[in-house]
């Protein structure tokens, strides 16, 4: 199977980490000459297509990574059989906007942590081909319908404020004298404990929440704080903005 990556910018390069972690072939990968095409082809020994003509009519998956306001003119005109799958990581970007002709087309949404076989993807309608390229990046969460993938991608700006969070705690713990590495691994490795136990489990997250919520204690004290400072409204309303941003995109 030949893999087509259009539009190799930081997430495709990201994808492309993963992918060659994994033990994809370099080979049997195919990038379009343009973003940091030509200087990861030299890096990973990847080939290039002349084209995005070119890398459609050679590639069995076609990974799309423009951006959203790109998208539809990046894939119109192409060559496009109905043996292909598309796969678009644009936001977004609905599937009928996408005119790939007898194609197969998905969505997904990596997370720049496929570089290191992490990222949990959101991923709409279920396709095999597609899931032979996502399962290689982390686990695959596939959704019901359009609206539910819009819903789903808001996690990826909840990425970033996590990535954000992690940042001011371990600045926090470092300048009250802790050692900045130290500081920066405990509080990531925190996070990913956090979400591993929500993860694995089926215990309702109310319950395991109010496990560490003991009266008087820390969890509660900081709790009450954040909440006093209306933390849980700024996020929700952090949610509600990037997701109107979606609605609006996919509606043009």
Same mark, same amino acid.
């Not at 370099?26 to 990861?40: I, T, V």
């Not at 590495?181 to 404990?193: C, Q, S, Y």
């Not at 969890?219 to 909440?227: C, F, K, P, Q, Y």
């Given at each position: ?67 959203? *306001?790109?998208?539809? #003119? ?31 087309? *998905? ?25 032979? *390229? ?25 990425? #970033? ?92």
């Amino acid at each position: 199977m030949i893999v087509g990556i259009i539009g190799v910018g930081h997430l495709a390069a990201a994808v492309l980490s993963g992918l060659l972690r994994a033990g994809v072939d370099p080979a049997s990968m195919l990038l379009s000459p343009r973003g940091q095409a030509r200087q990861l082809a030299q890096r990973w020994n990847i080939p290039l297509a002349r084209d995005n003509e070119d890398l459609v009519s050679r590639a069995d998956i076609v990974l799309l990574s423009v951006r959203p *306001v790109d998208a539809p #003119g990046a894939v119109a005109g192409l060559p496009w059989r109905a043996d292909q799958t598309l796969l678009s990581f644009c936001a977004g970007v609905p599937l009928s906007s996408l005119d790939v002709g007898l194609a197969h087309a *998905v969505r997904a949404m990596p997370l720049t942590a496929a570089a290191i076989n992490a990222s949990p993807t959101a991923c709409f309608p279920a396709n095999l081909a597609a899931f032979d *390229v996502l399962e290689k990046l982390g686990p695959i969460i596939t959704l019901r319908d359009e609206r539910e993938f819009e819903v789903a991608s808001v996690s990826a700006a909840i990425y #970033g404020w996590a990535q954000d969070l992690i940042r001011q705690s371990a600045g926090w713990a470092t300048c009250q004298g802790g050692d900045a590495d130290a500081m920066r691994r405990l509080a990531a490795l925190t996070f990913v404990a956090a979400g591993r136990l929500i993860a694995e489990t089926d215990r309702p997250m109310d319950v395991l929440i109010g496990e560490l919520v003991t009266p008087g204690g820390i969890t509660e004290l900081g709790l009450d704080v954040l909440a006093r400072e209306r933390q849980p409204q700024a996020w929700q309303a952090a949610c509600d903005a990037v997701l109107h941003r979606l609605s609006e995109q996919a509606s043009t």
